[in-house]
Every structure is written in C-alpha cells, then in structure tokens.
C-alpha cells in the first residue's frame, strides 16, 4: 500500500475503501483482499480503451511490487 500512495502523490486520491486515484475523467480503485494477498482493480472511465490501459498499467505494477 505505501507504494501505491508514493506513485499517487501529485493525483487526487481518496483512502476509503482502498486507494482511489483520479486520473482526469477516469478513476482506478486498488482494494487489497481482506483473506488473500491480491488486490481487486476497480476502473470506471468514458471510454473502454482508456479503462482497459488504467487496468493494465495498475495490474502492471502492483504485480512489480509484489516481487
């Protein structure tokens, strides 16, 4: 989780359920599982290629911190 905040600094987040990061009109919800150590990726955007690039970039490196 100190990752994921470090890499948001500068972006408007939110650490309610998670860690929501505002990317212009889109958003990625990173929520750890509360039992396995994996994270669920939450991403609503206008537009479904701008959401699938959000979910592949965050998917990306979370899969890098975990090494």
């Known amino acids: 989780m100190h990752q994921i905040i470090e890499s948001s600094a500068g972006k408007k987040t939110e650490m309610i359920d998670g860690i929501k990061i505002f990317i ?12 396995e150590a994996y994270f669920h990726i939450w991403v609503e955007s206008s537009d479904e290629d701008n959401a699938r690039n959000i979910l592949k970039k965050y998917s990306q490196q979370i899969a890098e911190w975990q090494k």
Do not use: I, R, T
């Open 24 to 35: 212009d009109d889109s958003w990625v919800l990173l929520l750890p599982d509360e039992d």
